[in-house]
């Protein structure tokens, strides 16, 4: 059984940082690429960082500069390091881990976790 749990959120003022974890079970953590996706109040979910099996990164240009996606393998663990918050980065987030093989994709999601950016 694959479970992702998620952990870290809550309420940060803006400027201020946090640091989301996501422990996974039941998979080959280590080939498995890992994103974590936000959902703000009505509107849709969105990658906001990803890492590759390899340790490649990626980011949109909302959060790039500011948010990190670091992994341990040995913790079958990733983060999302998120500095200098914003309200706008106000979400429910969430986990993701994807595995690409003979060209289809396999997903699996964590619960999600609030994060709250306010004064």
């Known amino acids: 059984q694959v479970q992702l749990v998620e952990s870290g959120g809550g309420l940060v003022q803006p400027g201020g940082s946090l640091r989301l974890s996501c422990a996974a079970s039941?998979?080959?953590?280590?080939?498995?690429?890992m994103g974590w996706y936000r959902r703000a109040p009505g509107k849709q979910r969105v990658l906001v960082a990803a890492?590759?099996?390899?340790?490649?990164?990626n980011y949109p240009d909302s959060v790039k500069g500011r948010f990190t996606i670091p992994r341990d393998n040995a913790k079958n663990t990733v983060y999302l390091q998120m500095n200098s918050l914003k309200p706008e980065d106000t979400a429910v987030y969430y986990c993701?881990?994807?595995?690409?093989?003979?060209?289809?994709?396999?997903?699996?999601w964590g619960q999600g976790t609030q994060v709250t950016v306010s004064s």
């Open positions: 993701n881990a994807y595995l690409i093989r003979d060209y289809e994709r396999r997903d699996y």
């Open positions: 039941g998979i080959i953590f280590s080939i498995y690429g």
């Open positions: 890492i590759t099996s390899g340790g490649t990164t």
